[in-house]
Each structure stands twice: as C-alpha cells, then as structure tokens.
C-alpha cells in the first residue's frame, strides 16, 4: 500500500483535483469530510468525465469553464468500499475483485485513511515473488 496517500477536502474543484492527478501521476484521490474522515473516492477518470471535454479548445466557453469549479463532493463516489490495516493481501485482492474496484482506501477504525492499496501495488508485489 502507499501510506499516507495525498487526499482532498469535499469542497475542492475538479479543475484543482484534475491537476493534482496529473501532477502527481495519481488514479485516485480520497475524499475527507469536516473531520478528516474518509466521506467518498474520486478517481481521475470521474473528473474526465464531469469536465467538458471543450476545456482547452478554441470551443471553450464560460459554461465549459464552470465544470472546472464544481466541488468534488459533487461526483464523489460515497459508502467506498475499504479494508483496515493488517488485513490479509488475499482478502484485500478479493475484496478489489468483488466489488470491481481499482483501490481500496486503509482506513483506521475512526475512518481517517491511513494508505491506499490499488491494483498497481498488487503487481509491484506479485512481480517480485519468484516461483
């Protein structure tokens, strides 16, 4: 897992979220509430597609340039499916398959993200265990 992943209050706009992806080379970026508690999941793909897709083109116009200043909160995926430290590496992978997501944010029992565990750190370690 990555620990300490960089995460995002609710209000932020997809505009500032899409460059932190970029800028980060990141998928995903949990969302916190007032108490810094894990309240949604964002990934990159989501604010793709609630930014119009003029942005950047000579067609752009102001309408184009408000899907920048949305809030987050706005399209964040609610009731993230999560696993907690120490679980199993198996179970976690199961847990990804089951549900058909490419994350999982690690979660104290208060909800405060303490890593994220994406499908990239599950190759990184299947492709260092050797037959």
Do not use: W
């Amino acid at each position: 897992m990555t620990p300490d992943p960089l995460c995002v209050g609710m209000d932020m706009p997809l505009g500032k979220a899409m460059e932190l992806c970029l800028e980060k080379r990141i998928r995903h970026l949990p969302v916190l509430d007032e108490q810094n508690r894990l309240a949604g999941l964002v990934t990159d793909r989501d604010i793709r597609f609630h930014i119009s897709p003029r942005i950047g083109t000579i067609s752009e116009n102001n309408s184009d340039r408000e899907s920048l200043r949305r809030p987050i909160h706005l399209i964040m995926v609610r009731g993230v499916v999560v696993t907690v430290p120490g679980m199993l590496l198996s179970e976690a992978a199961q847990l990804m398959l089951a549900n058909r997501v490419g994350c999982l944010p690690v979660v104290d029992p208060e909800r405060h993200v303490v890593g994220m565990l994406t499908t990239t750190d599950l190759i990184r370690y299947v492709s260092r265990i050797r037959p």
